[in-house]
């Protein structure tokens, strides 16, 4: 079975740029999330989707947003690149039917660098 | 608000010692806490715990909760420099997970 599959993985772009990353869950997994990590942060929530709805949302500026497609793989975007945004983006997907109690599982993630 | 809070924040030990990593935890309708480790990739997953009291065991790797103190602890014995990683500690609320900072564990020959 195929793991979260996470493109591109490493990524350089200049303030003000916008990027696009984006996420294939494994099959079956109807719920993705994404997280930003950062040293001295950890992971940070950004947004969760299910069956193509935004489920939840982190305290994150509106320059980022997101959407899930119909086979469940999903895309998330950075507007107005600021140095601040340079991370790890990491996916996250799970079965997702109801309130999470049990094991996420992880891309590689997708390292954002802003120059 | 929900938190996670880890410590240390970092550990360098020689192999073989035995390391002890904590995890405290504030979230609303507590149901399972999980632990992970995360090379220069993905983070993985080690153990879920729901129970208070009861171990969780995984080859030198061991893990407990105590649910009236709100706290974990995974533990690693005989460490190798192959448990070098950053251990991080996960709870889940609602739709997200809280995760802690992480603790950067360095295993030195």
């Known amino acids: 079975k195929a793991g979260v599959t996470q493109t591109p993985r490493y990524l350089i772009k200049t303030r003000g740029q916008q990027v696009t990353l984006s996420c294939s869950p494994i099959?079956?997994?109807?719920?993705v999330s994404w997280y930003q990590q950062t040293p001295g942060q950890g992971l940070q929530f950004l947004f969760e989707?299910?069956?193509?709805?935004?489920?939840n949302k982190g305290n994150f500026p509106g320059r980022f947003s997101g959407r899930q497609f119909s086979n469940s793989r999903s895309e998330m975007n950075v507007s107005t690149l600021e140095l601040g945004d340079s991370a790890l983006y990491l996916c996250?997907?799970?079965?997702?039917?109801?309130?999470?109690?049990?094991?996420?599982?992880f891309g590689e993630g997708s390292r954002l660098t802003v120059l | 608000e929900d938190k996670v809070v880890q410590s240390p924040l970092s550990l360098v030990v020689h192999e073989g010692d035995t390391v002890t990593l904590n995890c405290s935890y504030e979230?609303?309708?507590?149901?399972?806490l999980l632990w992970y480790k995360q090379e220069k990739k993905a983070p993985t997953f080690l153990f879920m715990l729901?129970?208070?009291?009861i171990e969780k065991k995984s080859g030198r790797l061991s893990s407990i909760l105590d649910k009236k103190e709100l706290f974990s602890i995974l533990n690693i014995t005989a460490t190798q420099t192959g448990d070098s990683a950053i251990y991080l500690c996960?709870?889940?609320?609602?739709?997200?997970?809280?995760f802690g900072t992480g603790t950067s564990l360095t295993v030195i020959p």
């Open positions: 099959s079956g997994h109807r719920s």
């Open positions: 989707y299910f069956s193509e709805t935004q489920r």
């Open positions: 996960a709870v889940p609320s609602g739709r997200q997970f809280y």
């Open positions: 729901t129970s208070s009291g």
């Open positions: 996250a997907s799970s079965l997702g039917a109801g309130r999470f109690t049990g094991e996420l599982f």
């Open positions: 979230v609303t309708n507590f149901r399972s």
